[in-house]
């Protein structure tokens, strides 16, 4: 079983960035898939970006070109650079992981979870 610590979070400006990190322990790494769920206030939990453990990688609409998502499998660690950044990118972003389902983007497809971070982004 793994676990997932997200780091990085924060206060941001419109226009800068910030990178999260997801340490993950307990499990071979290279063998799970890995997303980033943003939980913004008043809306639903979004998938906003994943890798996947066979390559390739996932971006919603409301982040692509500005979200780069990257895995380091020697550190155990996932990341995500945010660029750019929007006030609509407030909210608490989750990593999730998933070893057995893959390519999939529901919220609800992910079976691993951490706390979560807290960003704000100000305009």
């Known amino acids: 079983q793994v676990q997932l610590v997200e780091s990085g979070g924060g206060s941001g400006q419109a226009g800068g960035s910030l990178r999260l990190s997801c340490a993950a322990s307990?499990?071979?790494?290279?063998?799970?898939?890995v997303g980033w769920i943003r939980q913004a206030p008043g809306k639903e939990r979004e998938v906003v970006s994943a890798?996947?453990?066979?390559?390739?990688?996932f971006y919603s609409g409301s982040v692509k070109g500005r979200f780069t998502i990257s895995r380091d499998n020697r550190k155990n660690t996932v990341y995500l650079q945010m660029n750019t950044l929007k006030p609509e990118d407030t909210g608490v972003y989750y990593c999730?992981?998933?070893?057995?389902?893959?390519?999939?983007?529901?919220?609800?497809?992910?079976?691993?979870w951490g706390q979560g971070t807290q960003v704000t982004v100000s305009s």
């Open positions: 307990g499990g071979t790494f290279s063998n799970y898939n």
């Open positions: 890798t996947w453990r066979s390559g390739g990688s």
């Open positions: 999730a992981a998933e070893q057995y389902r893959d390519y999939v983007v529901r919220t609800d497809s992910w079976s691993y």
